[in-house]
């Protein structure tokens, strides 16, 4: 908070646009944890019903999910499962490069997560879904679940814990570091997946990262 201007002067006109920007600066509070558990609880809710329209139109995303998505197709083991086991190792990377409240909310995030991919499909299902529109809605919806995240010290791991990294150490935008290895990762997908599938889930990164690019960046908003 500004202090307040000397008595001795009079305050000047507004004869220009308020800058927002400027009069933010210093006025950014730290999140309540209810205001972080809403957030992680609400992003969480977002990804799981993403991954609930890619799986039932049989494509994939990028990251540690796409990892976990191919593995599924390939294994048939459980996406929940999966998810959970392959973002074991970049908790240390987190915990040394994005602190411990980071790597706790991730935690908590990843698990819930977890347990909706594993809960989800006997909760809900979906009779008719064309591979556009859940690309489409899907990137969408990964893309707002993760900002909702990011915005309160949390991601979804793996992939996102290096982009974020990325974007506060190097100035790199977090959403066209994930681009990059999301579509790297659903690539590989092609020795288990349809290629027409796999150019719908193309899409969906494209579409998420977009998303994260154009509204994650560093001065327009309280970012990492």
Not at 44 to 71: D, E, K, N, R
Not at 86 to 115: C, D, Q
Not at 169 to 184: E, H
Request: hydrophobic fraction near 50%.
């Amino acid at each position: 908070m500004s202090s307040p201007a000397p008595t001795s002067s009079p305050a000047k006109p507004l004869n220009g646009p308020l800058d927002l920007s400027s009069a933010l600066q210093g006025e950014v509070q730290q999140h309540t944890w209810f205001e972080d558990a809403q957030a992680i609880f609400t992003g969480t809710l977002f990804v799981s019903l993403a991954l609930i329209l890619f799986g039932q139109a049989g494509l994939l995303t990028g990251g540690t999910a796409g990892a976990a998505f191919v593995l599924h197709y390939a294994t048939g083991v459980s996406l929940g499962k999966l998810f959970f086991l392959i973002n074991l190792p970049f908790y240390w990377f987190a915990w040394h490069r994005m602190g411990r409240e980071f790597t706790v909310k991730t935690f908590v995030a990843i698990t819930f997560l977890s347990a909706m991919a594993e809960w989800s499909p006997r909760l809900f299902a979906i009779e008719r879904l064309h591979p556009a529109y859940a690309a489409v809605l899907g990137g969408l919806l990964l893309g707002s679940g993760c900002l909702f995240l990011a915005r309160h010290r949390a991601s979804l791991g793996g992939a996102t814990i290096v982009s974020l990294y990325l974007q506060r150490s190097r100035g790199w935008r977090a959403g066209m570091v994930q681009m990059g290895m999301d579509c790297t990762i659903v690539l590989l997908a092609l020795t288990v997946v349809d290629p027409v599938r796999v150019a719908y889930s193309v899409l969906a990164a494209v579409v998420m990262n977009l998303f994260i690019a154009i509204n994650h960046r560093p001065g327009r908003y309280a970012v990492l």
